[in-house]
């Protein structure tokens, strides 16, 4: 009786742990700490379907040097494009922000290497708790640090 009362006990953890595991992937974070730390760790590991479930179904995202886009399925399809041209090293800093209710904002820094360049500059979200209680992100923003490229010289008349 005692060992199989350990075995469904075992087997009950084992099952918590895949829930808990499936949930965390499902999107959303249960803290703005927890959501700037999962939207880093699914950008260094490429996969912008995890980084767009990490944002609400209309959010906006504003990179720099881009256009906008509107909507998860826009944003998992731009973040892929500048995953695809080489995004890695990947770090956030946050440096300000407030919560109140269900929504908050936050400001920070980033890091971060394309190929073989460095690039940093800064960001600014606000956040939106959805009705599981998970932040989201609703709007983001970015822009480099970094000097543009010059333009190419004109050519000789």
Not at 91 to 97: E, I, M, N, Y
Request: aromatic content about 8%.
């Amino acid at each position: 009786m005692r060992k199989a009362l350990f075995s469904g006990l075992g087997l009950l953890f084992l099952a918590s742990m895949v829930s808990a595991q499936a949930a965390a992937k499902a999107g959303g974070a249960s803290s703005p700490d927890d959501l700037r730390q999962r939207w880093a760790a699914a950008a260094n590991a490429k996969d912008a379907a995890g980084l767009a479930a990490l944002y609400t179904e209309d959010a906006l995202l504003m990179p720099t040097n881009m256009a906008s886009v509107k909507g998860r399925a826009a944003i998992q399809n731009s973040w892929k494009g500048m995953l695809d041209q080489g995004a890695h090293d990947v770090s956030l800093k946050r440096v300000g922000g407030a919560q109140a209710a269900d929504w908050g904002y936050e400001v920070g820094t980033y890091s971060a290497m394309f190929g073989t360049s460095p690039d940093k500059g800064k960001y600014m979200l606000s956040l939106k708790k959805g009705k599981d209680g998970k932040w989201l992100i609703h709007e983001d923003i970015f822009n480099s640090d970094m000097p543009c490229t010059p333009a190419p010289a004109a050519p000789a008349k």
